[in-house]
């Protein structure tokens, strides 16, 4: 199983950022994939995650109607297009994977069995 992630970079605040996962090695389609961020000195939290199989989504709080998360299943990625980008998500983005969708959407980090490596955001003031 592998699960890269990409697209983080700096930029200033108000402005956008499109992070990509590309997943391999488990059935996609039966999948939920979640957005983690973890910044200096905290707790990794959730931001978002989607059921591959049916593309139902959650969204913490602080990001709704900022963040969209959606699913290429032909190209079994997860993209997390966030917009409106403020100081306060600047953190380390990783994704990851419950391979069999088995606990449903979620944000407790032990769901998940898979995670990506980490792509950094930093949104400047």
């Known amino acids: 199983v592998q699960l890269q992630a990409s697209g983080g970079g700096l930029v200033q605040a108000g402005g956008s950022l499109r992070l990509s996962c590309a997943a391999s090695?488990?059935?996609?389609?039966?999948?939920?994939i979640g957005w983690f961020r973890q910044a200096p000195g905290k707790e990794r939290e959730g931001v978002s995650c989607i059921s591959a199989s049916d593309g139902s989504s959650v969204y913490r709080i602080s990001v709704k109607g900022r963040f969209t998360i959606s699913t290429d299943n032909a190209k079994n990625t997860v993209y997390l297009q966030m917009n409106s980008l403020k100081p306060e998500d600047t953190a380390v983005y990783y994704c990851?994977?419950?391979?069999?969708?088995?606990?449903?959407?979620?944000?407790?980090?032990?769901?998940?069995?898979?995670w990506g490596q980490g792509t950094q955001v930093t949104v400047s003031s």
């Open positions: 090695g488990f059935s996609f389609d039966d999948a939920v």
């Open positions: 990851a994977a419950d391979s069999d969708g088995g606990n449903g959407l979620s944000f407790d980090k032990g769901e998940y069995g898979y």
